[in-house]
């Protein structure tokens, strides 16, 4: 299993800015993609952002233009900008990892990290 460890999260006004960075780390694993989704109360867990190996990102309709995905060189940490936040982007945001190990593919879930936009 790979580790995941979440930062970032927390309290913010309408309009503001949050970032989220999650590190991944681990023995023989090469990252596939990595990710943001997030589960509001009451809903199902739906994809925010995601960002290939090779660097293509994708983005839900909601977020476009607010979000920024980006990663580190090494590509194994990846970041979430969040712009021009609005309480409906209130939920607890999950990082996720596909990877390979040999020919095996994997998919790991790091801890939640809440987000909140209040006034």
């Known amino acids: 299993q790979v580790q995941l460890v979440v930062t970032g999260g927390g309290l913010v006004q309408p309009g503001g800015s949050l970032r989220l960075s999650c590190a991944a780390s681990g023995s023989n694993f090469r990252i596939a993609a990595m990710g943001w989704y997030r589960q509001a109360p009451g809903g199902q867990r739906e994809l925010v952002a995601r960002?290939?190996?090779?660097?293509?990102?994708v983005y839900a309709d909601s977020v476009k233009g607010r979000f920024t995905i980006s990663r580190t060189d090494a590509g194994n940490t990846v970041s979430l900008q969040m712009n021009s936040l609005k309480p409906e982007d209130t939920a607890l945001y999950y990082c996720?990892?596909?990877?390979?190990?040999?020919?095996?593919?994997?998919?790991?879930w790091g801890q939640g990290t809440q987000v909140t936009v209040s006034s």
């Open positions: 960002i290939l190996a090779g660097g293509t990102t």
């Open positions: 996720n990892v596909g990877y390979l190990r040999g020919s095996t593919t994997y998919n790991d």
